[in-house]
């Protein structure tokens, strides 16, 4: 990124509500999350979902149309832990810090590494999609993988292409590195970080299910003719 292209951002201010969104293969948003933007710079978006916000999750069992065809729908559901994503501009992952309690009684539960596509801004939101594989990091840094077996069938199946599959799997690997050397963000103190108590919880911005997706510039190269 330029530098012009840089300051022509209009960034977010902190306490700002905006949506997460993932966007589905056919380029339309998904599952979404109403957050609240810790911070918003150059080198960072940092976005909370507090427990108890609404989100908007594929629900469990299809939805029949007229036509007898198969139809997912998004249902209302509460997130069950306080969340904060730190998300890189460019990066294929974002790393998650979520606790447990609240007050003198809350504890960090975990850090998650997860693997996504490199997001994309607009008015109102973040845009990016999730990748299946990803990594659990427990609060004394031991880690384990989660997911490799689906992504494994996936990449099988080819809605990963090997060549992105093992790109993935190096990204991941990266930011385990970092980890294991107590490298940013590991080492910033944000397992200490508190939320502002004088914020609401936040609700999904109005319009955030019919403002256009943006599209991921390399999802050919990474979802092959299912992106097509």
Known sequence: MG???SESIERWSVGE???????T???KPGMAWPATVVRDSE???ALFIPAGAT???WAMAPTIGADGRSLRRLDDTLWRRDTLRLMYPGAHHSI??????KAEERRLHCYYINLEEPFRRTPISVDTNDHTLDVVVEPDFSWRWKDEEEFATRTAQGVFSAEFAAFARAEAESVIARLEARQ???CDGWESWLPDPAWACPTLPEGWDKLAATVWERRVWAYGEMAR
Do not use: C, H, M, Q
């Open 25 to 27: 293969r056919d380029n």
């Open 3 to 5: 530098a012009s292209e």
């Open 96 to 101: 998650w810090l979520s606790w447990i309690g």
């Open 55 to 57: 989100y908007k999750k």
């Open 184 to 186: 940013s963000p590991f």
């Open 17 to 23: 509500t905006v949506a997460l969104r993932y966007i």
């Open 43 to 45: 080198e960072l978006t």
